[in-house]
Nanobody, 121 residues
Framework: QVRLVESGGGSVQAGGSLTLSCAAS?????LGWFRQAPGKEREGVAR???????AYATSVKGRFTISRDNAKNTLYLQMNSLKPEDTGLYYC??????????????????WGQGTQVTVSS
């Protein structure tokens, strides 16, 4: 099991930027970001594989950038042009053979505690 710790959430006005970080206790092939807004189901935001190939949700494409530093076992999410609808609890996730969440070709099963992102209009 991989331990994941997110940081970097906060409150910003619409149009602003935030960068989320996620420190992982071990290396995994796929890493991803998910979010959950109040009253809504958790949804995938972006994922990156071990070759650096990325995939994004349509709603964030062109605004968010996922990246990873394999030497530091750290995942990032650069979020620009934030909108109120981006508000939610953002989770870092790691691929796991026993995972139950499939997203963009990766199977996720280890999760962080989440970091809150609030975008005001």
């Amino acid at each position: 099991q991989v331990r994941l710790v997110e940081s970097g959430g906060g409150s910003v006005q619409a149009g602003g930027s935030l960068t989320l970080s996620c420190a992982a206790s071990a290396s995994t092939a796929c890493l991803g970001w998910f979010r959950q807004a109040p009253g809504k189901e958790r949804e995938g935001v972006a994922r990156i594989d071990s070759d650096g190939i990325t995939a994004y949700a349509t709603s964030v494409k062109g605004r968010f950038t996922i990246s990873r530093d394999n030497a530091k076992n750290t995942l990032y999410l650069q979020m620009n042009s934030l909108k109120p609808e981006d508000t939610g609890l953002y989770y870092c996730a790691a691929e796991s053979p026993s995972g139950r969440t499939w997203y963009q070709g990766c199977r996720f099963g280890d999760w962080g505690q989440g970091t809150q992102v609030t975008v005001s209009s």
